[in-house]
């Protein structure tokens, strides 16, 4: 789904007000409509029902004035507190069937005055199913930070489109079921005003994101028809990584993968995986003119000689090499705190718009020279920020991964904790190699975290969340 910040909403609502006949009343309507649709599904029979909304000044707080109205009128019983009107008095939040958040909307940043925090603490207190308008009270919607006394909303019912604090941690979890409604903006007023445009996907999309990650082959195929993968990877003590990484490029349809590695780790490579060609790592340079795809960096280790050796890589690399490059963990680390060398080798032969680069928040702060809080205070602008320095595709990992490249973003919304363990990068590396053999770096990763989570999610059906590990992935 497309997601719209905060301030692309605001300037397409004041566009429609202004142009079209989509007055600001209007919208209004069509949100408090969309809002009581929303409840309504939830309760068939209305009637028996009682609910608070809990209202603050601006739309936010008229869109839950005008969705009482309308369920009142469909026989519930519905009551508004108005925390503006200081004479109100308080009601009894535990009386009500459901508590309807209607105080602050998709404009909060920072943190909650102590006024608004005592309601929203007696909201989440009260134990009652909760929807919220728009967004939770206290979760900022354009980067998913929330305050701590954030209300906890069953059920968000988002106008118009997803906001990036829907899709992002910890406003992904305060916002419960996320439902999106049309609220009657035509999309080409929507992308007026959408330089940046950004794109959630979730598991309700499922079925067409693998359909697009695994077009149908044709019936005379063969394995050259899916390319060639070469990875760099491994080291004494780290074969492991190399073997998850050429195995999840493999299952997610490779036609031939090479594992570059030292020539003493190749008889232990023979052992863990018997379908990848095992190449001693100096003879890579040779295969510049076979390889669709090198990935570089699952375990290779951090030493000032293997370091030296990526640089080598990437330097003739970009000077020899007309394919995909795929940069990882060690990979990446060769450069923190010299992220201009990269720069300057990303920019040769437009290197960088052949290449996705996958940190964690860790690796990205040591590459970018940002702190971790900085990073986190803003993922999707860190991720966006540092595509357009580097030139390539970036993959920030974490709990909601951010895929930029220039001025367009995925988060992903497949996966779950239980992916938080070693060799998960290793096979996201993996999968990501084998999807860029046919789709462009930006698209590699994007599909590539999805097509990553949704294999974590089937191992923690199987395996449960504690007790899955990174091999679980490619069964």
Request: proline share 3%; with cysteine; glycine share 10%.
């Amino acid at each position: 789904m497309q997601l719209v910040t905060p301030s692309q909403m605001r300037q397409t609502d004041r566009y429609c007000d202004e142009h079209t006949d989509l007055k600001e009343s209007v919208l209004i309507q069509h949100a408090a409509e969309a809002l009581a649709r929303e409840i309504g599904k939830s309760y068939p029979r209305l009637k028996t029902k009682s609910f608070l909304f809990v209202c603050g000044k601006g739309n936010n707080g008229n869109d839950g004035k005008k969705a009482a109205e309308i369920l009142k009128k469909s026989g519930a019983d519905t009551h508004v507190w108005d925390i503006t009107d200081k004479k109100a008095q308080i009601p009894d939040l535990e009386s009500f069937d459901a508590i309807v958040d209607c105080i602050l909307g998709t404009g909060f940043r920072g943190t909650l005055s102590d006024e608004i925090a005592e309601i929203t603490k007696k909201i989440n207190d009260a134990g009652k199913t909760v929807f919220a308008a728009d967004i939770p009270t206290g979760v900022d919607a354009l980067t998913g930070n929330a305050d701590e006394n954030a209300v906890k909303a069953s059920v968000t019912v988002a106008f118009c489109n997803a906001k990036p604090g829907h899709a992002l941690f910890p406003g992904r979890e305060l916002c419960g079921k996320l439902k999106v409604w049309d609220i009657g903006i035509p999309r080409e007023i929507i992308d007026k005003f959408t330089d940046i445009k950004g794109f959630y996907y979730s598991n309700i999309h499922r079925k067409e994101l693998l359909e697009a990650v695994f077009p149908k082959r044709p019936a005379d195929s063969h394995k050259g028809d899916f390319g060639k993968v070469g990875i760099v990877a491994g080291s004494f003590g780290m074969c492991g990584a190399a073997a998850l990484t050429a195995e999840a490029a493999l299952r997610t349809g490779a036609g031939l993968v090479y594992s570059f590695l030292p020539e003493e780790l190749i008889p232990t490579m023979e052992t863990i995986l018997r379908e990848n060609v095992k190449v001693k790592r100096e003879n890579i340079f040779e295969y510049f003119g076979k390889l669709d795809v090198i990935a570089i960096g699952p375990g290779l280790g951090r030493s000032s000689k293997t370091q030296e050796y990526i640089k080598d890589i990437l330097k003739k690399a970009s000077e020899n090499y007309n394919g995909k490059l795929v940069l990882d963990a060690d990979g990446i680390m060769a450069f923190a705190g010299k992220k201009e060398e990269l720069i300057e080798i990303l920019k040769t032969n437009n290197l960088g718009e052949r290449t996705v680069i996958t940190p964690h928040t860790g690796e990205f702060a040591a590459l970018t020279g940002k702190s971790i809080e900085e990073i986190l205070s803003d993922r999707v602008t860190a991720a966006i920020d540092a595509s357009n320095e580097f030139g390539c595709t970036v993959l920030l990992k974490g709990a909601a991964t951010v895929t930029a490249y220039r001025d367009t973003y995925t988060i992903n919304g497949s996966g779950n904790p239980g992916m938080a363990t070693a060799g998960s990068g290793d096979v996201l590396t993996g999968i990501i190699s084998a999807i860029a053999v046919r789709e462009n770096t930006y698209n590699a990763g994007r599909y590539g975290a999805f097509y990553h989570g949704v294999k974590g999610d089937k191992a923690a059906a199987f395996q449960g969340e504690y007790g899955m590990i990174a091999g679980d992935m490619l069964k």
